[in-house]
């Protein structure tokens, strides 16, 4: 072989050692600054996360208060509703002629009353009845 191919060869051999060598630093450059990415695309996720929560936060309070107000806003309209409703309902009831509540309790408590003397005074005649009775049949006997 002659000297020009031994050049040749050599700085061929020399090439590819540096390619070689080459390739093996970006390999560690890339695991080195792959993992300060990688941590560092930790932190960045973890500060997103955390604004994240807080917004969320934020946006849950707004809407719990907003359906808290519409509630007040609905129990208020529907009690001025119910309270109309049931006065011209009653209004309505008593022009009919049906009695209210009030009265029908008023009249059961009298009729309860009035049961009480019935029974009070049935009970008096009866034993009178039972002893006239019995007299009758022993001076027929």
Do not use: C, H, Y
Request: no cysteine; aromatic share 4%.
């Amino acid at each position: 072989m002659t000297k020009k191919t031994k050049k040749v060869q050599k700085d061929v051999v020399e090439s590819a050692n540096r390619i070689w060598l080459a390739g093996l630093g970006a390999l560690s450059v890339a695991e080195e600054e792959g993992g300060k990415l990688f941590n560092s695309l930790v932190k960045k996720g973890e500060g997103f996360e955390k604004r994240g929560k807080k917004q969320l936060e934020k946006v849950q309070s707004s809407v719990e208060d907003q359906v808290e107000m519409a509630r007040e806003k609905a129990d208020k309209a529907f009690g001025k509703f119910g309270k109309g409703f049931d006065s011209r309902v009653a209004e309505t009831l008593n022009k009919l002629g049906v009695p209210s509540r009030m009265e029908i309790q008023k009249l059961t408590r009298r009729v309860e009353q009035l049961t009480k003397k019935v029974d009070t005074l049935n009970k008096k005649p009866a034993s009178k009845t039972a002893k006239k009775t019995t007299r009758k049949a022993t001076a027929k006997a």
